[in-house]
């Protein structure tokens, strides 16, 4: 599909090469089918700004953030290479929902700034921003950089199904990591999109296409 901005006038077109109109927010469960359907937008030529990617990168050796955290828990939170330790930093804020805040108030601002640099630098005709924790980490405030909720919607069952496929990991890991995200139904309450992935892959996309028109017009429009 074409890359090319289409837009009614120049002015505009010249509006919508410095930052896109409209930020479309993609979330959902684990293993619901996030990554593919990013996948697919990308391949329609629509910019993909991953929170999840931006979290490792904020935290990069020799980072700001990085830096901040030592000087918060201790020289303990790097490891000899100089990178994060991010196994040790998981348990402690596993462990300690006091360390899990603090580290939130430096990861959180430094994810949000990070983003809406990416936003900024983003060309396609609208962008989305996927997070999946973009519901419940409200307080990351990437939510309200986003001017629409997509949710990628799957069954329980499915979601532990795709997840345990994909990744080596135990069904009980897979499981606490859903107890910890929103249920269904309150996810779903949040969206204004909602697609359900519960066929094969081609179905899927059928799903989002018509979605992702939707997008282009609305990008328009703003
Ligand atoms: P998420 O990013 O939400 O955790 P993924 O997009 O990685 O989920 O999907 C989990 C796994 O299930 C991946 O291996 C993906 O290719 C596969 N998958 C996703 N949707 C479907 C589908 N409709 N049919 C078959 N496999 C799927």
Not at 117 to 124: E, P
């Amino acid at each position: 599909m074409s890359q090319h901005h289409v837009t009614p006038n120049s002015q505009a077109s010249a509006q919508s090469s410095i930052r896109p109109r409209l930020v479309v927010g993609l979330t959902g469960g684990i293993g619901s089918g996030k990554s593919a359907a990013t996948k697919w937008f990308f391949e329609q030529g629509i910019d993909i700004i991953d929170a999840d990617i931006i979290a490792h990168e904020v935290m990069a050796k020799g980072s700001k953030t990085l830096r901040q955290l030592q000087r918060k828990f201790g020289d303990w939170v790097i490891k000899d290479n100089g990178e994060m330790d991010r196994a040790a930093v998981r348990s402690l804020v596993f462990s300690s929902p006091d360390a899990l805040m603090e580290l939130e108030a430096i990861t959180h601002p430094a994810i949000r700034e990070a983003a809406k640099a990416k936003l900024a630098q983003s060309t396609s005709e609208y962008v989305i921003l996927s997070a999946p924790l973009l519901i419940e980490g409200a307080e990351a405030g990437l939510a309200n950089l986003c001017q629409r909720i997509l949710v990628i919607d799957a069954t329980e069952a499915t979601q532990l199904e795709r997840a345990s496929r994909r990744d080596a990991q135990s069904i009980s890991r897979i499981k606490a990591i859903m107890a910890n995200q929103l249920s269904r139904e309150e996810r779903n309450h949040h969206a204004d999109d909602v697609v359900v992935n519960d066929g094969d892959l081609d179905a899927f996309y059928d799903k989002l296409a018509p979605l992702h028109e939707l997008y282009l017009q609305q990008a328009k429009l703003c």
